[in-house]
């Protein structure tokens, strides 16, 4: 593995590149079995043992991966960052390399066209979102992953971050989410959608002091930023993978915000005590406590968002006739409303 070498600028298709790490007898592991699967953002090749990510030639709010240079950064980046929560599962950067004959190879000698990536491929049984879509959960493998998660947060220094900077930028948030959402291209109904950010922005107006304590108490942290049932690892000791990498600004929230996204997580895969039970350990041992109020206003929030990216879907040409993604967007719209529904109007 040559990850010290200098992104090129040799001009080789993404397609190309796909196409030829599609085929497992190119892999320097030699696997038996060898599976795709392509998200928003990457596309991840799985082999018996291990996983590589190759990043998609994207841009996505600020961020730009159409140069190798960026998509070069932005994979150390990655790496980097998820050290902090999965240190052994994170190998390191790995080439696609181009040989003087003009074939790819993966690692060893060659010029780089692109960067995959290489992680220790976790067994799919000991991932929190399989536990729960087969309810075979285990409440000592539960608890010791909500342990690591508390002890990462107290771990971790408060952000620098003050109360106007954090009102300002919710309130941005939502009224941006809100714009989108009102898309007569996706449909949705807008007097829900109305109902919905106008009560989210008189809850924070009117529960102004309980952001600025949370702020003061120092619970504005640098998180993992997308942690999501996929993401955590239920292995001894867990893991929690695939923090998000890109924009740092995006990852600075209330620790409260993200235990209610992987709450929310776990509600859509109609285990609502799961959730519950990750924000009571972290609440007994933080001696942390959170009010009821919050997590719904953050699950409401996030409810929202996870509906703008289920809807973003349908702007691609791959998925714009796919029903499904519509579908999902209406029962994130509906998990915001029951989550509404339950703040003191």
């Not at 971050?161 to 930028?169: I, K, L, P």
């Not at 942290?221 to 890109?246: M, N, Q, R, T, W």
């Not at 009571?280 to 919050?294: E, M, R, S």
């Amino acid at each position: 593995m040559n990850s010290k070498a200098s992104p090129t600028s040799h001009s080789t298709t993404t397609e190309e590149v796909v196409n030829f790490l599609k085929i497992k007898e190119n892999y320097p592991d030699s696997p038996d079995e060898l599976e795709v699967i392509e998200t928003h953002m990457s596309w991840v090749f799985l082999t018996d043992n291990y996983a590589y990510k190759l990043k998609k030639q994207v841009i996505w709010n600020s961020l730009d991966l159409r140069l190798p240079e960026i998509r070069y950064r932005n994979c150390r980046d990655e790496i980097r960052l998820n050290k902090a929560m999965a240190e052994k599962v994170y190998i390191g950067l790995t080439p696609v390399n181009i040989l003087e004959t003009g074939k790819l190879k993966i690692g060893g000698k060659g010029k780089p066209v692109d960067w995959l990536i290489k992680m220790k491929r976790l067994p799919e049984d000991s991932m929190l979102d399989w536990a729960l879509k087969h309810r075979c959960l285990h409440f000592p493998d539960i608890r010791r992953a909500a342990v690591a998660l508390a002890e990462y947060y107290r771990r971790q220094p408060s952000a620098e971050w003050d109360y106007h900077r954090h009102q300002t930028y919710l309130a941005d948030e939502i009224l941006k989410v809100k714009k989108e959402l009102l898309s007569q291209e996706y449909g949705m109904p807008p007097d829900l959608i109305l109902y919905i950010t106008v009560t989210l922005l008189r809850f924070m107006k009117e529960n102004g002091e309980m952001f600025e304590q949370r702020i003061n108490s120092g619970k504005i942290i640098e998180a993992h930023g997308d942690l999501k049932p996929e993401h955590v690892c239920l292995s001894d000791p867990p893991v929690f993978i695939d923090c998000l990498e890109f924009e740092v600004t995006l990852k600075i929230m209330d620790i409260a915000e993200e235990l209610s996204y992987l709450a929310l997580g776990c509600e859509m895969l109609d285990s609502e005590p799961t959730g519950a039970y990750f924000i009571k350990i972290y609440k007994q041992l933080a001696n942390d406590k959170i009010p009821d109020t919050l997590i719904l206003f953050y699950k409401c929030k996030q409810a929202l968002f996870r509906a703008k990216f289920s809807l973003w879907h349908l702007k691609e040409e791959k998925y714009k006739n796919d029903p499904k993604w519509g579908k999902l967007g209406e029962k994130y719209l509906e998990m915001a409303r029951k989550f509404v529904e339950k703040l003191p109007y």
